[in-house]
């Protein structure tokens, strides 16, 4: 295969004259190209409202070596192959079969990698499959009690499942891992557009069936998955983990331990800490979500209100403000919801979801600024919970136990808000006006005032009057680390903490339990 890189088209255009603009760069007729694959579109609004599609595509051309040799350049190369590869399997047997606590992304991922691998694992988690957990999400948003192990938060598919399922990373993808969960998500019912799109997005409608197609599987191959389960202890001999306990009483023999417990599992944390696994403070970000009309934020990014191909609009805004810290917009939702996503009675934490088709009225994204160690109290690795509690706390208290809401203009001057203006709000679970300054540290409201005013001059209206803030956006990424070796371990050895890579290499794992 060719690839072609900087193929640029109007985004109004078809697949013959994508293939066409492709012949022509290789200088052969459309005719000798068999087959083409769009590896990735991106879209290019600089002319806006012209507005064009960049693409690299990956082409099938007859005489290949013969054409490459003559249209090689900079953007004509051999396309690489970037293959996951599976770990090679280790020396040791397991007499155990791996255990996953936690089905959020990275539970459920590690759990089909596995299970496709012969590992047969069990998986553990404390909510209950995304069915029920859908169920007891809606009642909460309309009133219900929150049910403290399923929620935005916990259950089948994690925190992500009621989300915009955006799928854009900053990790670089450097063994194709990257791209083989994007490839999963499409085998288990994503649209394959994913695979290609600049910032592809599944969708909080679409996201449950893809979660459930994944559980699926993982049990066709022998897997096992059990909900309402969770592990309340880890049971260590001599630096390695040996068990696990479930529900207070039920214990099981492990060794092999994948903590998949995201970044709200504070209680896990706890007994983790009281279990000696080394963990660390690290810093995070905090801020609140702010509502603007979608047409608002389409007009700016494509030149009109409405386009019927591109859909709603993103964003992303970043400023250095004169306080020190950096203020910036965070998990961006076009046309979509701010959502009570608590997960702890008499805390309020907020986050926000869209649909597939993004079609809410509103587009909403966190704005947010970095807290460091230096901004918690005390030494503890789970000092940055504790940050994240008294805000969440005050948060509640501002609005009653409901999602506070402050108009910008009232933010600014300190007071609460009687009632909205233009800005229609949209949320899921219930709302009410609360003065928002008195959740945030009086620094963090500054830079955020800062950078709503500086973001105005990029997106005309980000700082208009009656844009709708709501509080408080605590879970952006996990208030502490579990530190790991190279072999990707803990502290504790059999048990490996799933995050971001922080080790530089792949660990071999053991061969496939038996029974
Ligand atoms: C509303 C919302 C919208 C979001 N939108 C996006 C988005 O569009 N794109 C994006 O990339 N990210 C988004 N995120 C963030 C994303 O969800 C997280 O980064 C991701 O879920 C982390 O995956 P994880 O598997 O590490 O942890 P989690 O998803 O947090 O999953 C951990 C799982 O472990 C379980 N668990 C915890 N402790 C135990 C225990 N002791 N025993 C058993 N089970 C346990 C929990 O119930 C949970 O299901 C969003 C988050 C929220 C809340």
Redesign the pocket.
Known sequence: MIRIRQLKLPVEHSREELTKKAAKALRVKPEDISRIHIERQSLDARKKPELFYTYTVDVEVKHETQVLKRAAGPQILKAPEERYQFPQMGEETLSHRPVI????????FCGLMLARAGFKPLI????GPVEERRVKVERFWAGGGLDL?SN?????????T??????N?LVKDVTGRNRKVMELLVEAGADSEILYQQKP?IGTDRLSQVVACIREEILALGGEVRFN????DFIMEQGRITGLVAGGTEQMEAEAVVL??????R??FETLLARNIWMEQKAFAVGLRIQHPQTMINKSQYGREEHPLLGAASYKVTHQASTGRGVYSF?M?PGGYV?N?SSEDGRLAV???SNHARDGENANSALIVTVTPEDFVGDSPLAGIAFQRRLEELAFKAGGGRIPVQLFCDFKENRESRQPGDVNPQFKGGWQFGNLREVLPEELSRTLIEGVERFDRMIPGFGRPDALLAGVES?T?SPLRIVRGESLESSVKGCIP??RARATREASPPRPWTD
């Open positions: 606590v936690g089905m959020g992304p990275a539970g459920l553990l988690e404390r909510g192990k935005v938060q916990f259950g089948e598919g994690g925190a992500g009621f989300s915009d399922g955006k799928l990373t997005h389960t969770q592990v309340t998949a417990v995201g970044h709200s599992a209680d896990t998990c939702c959502v996503a986050n926000g979801m879970r990424s799933a995050a």
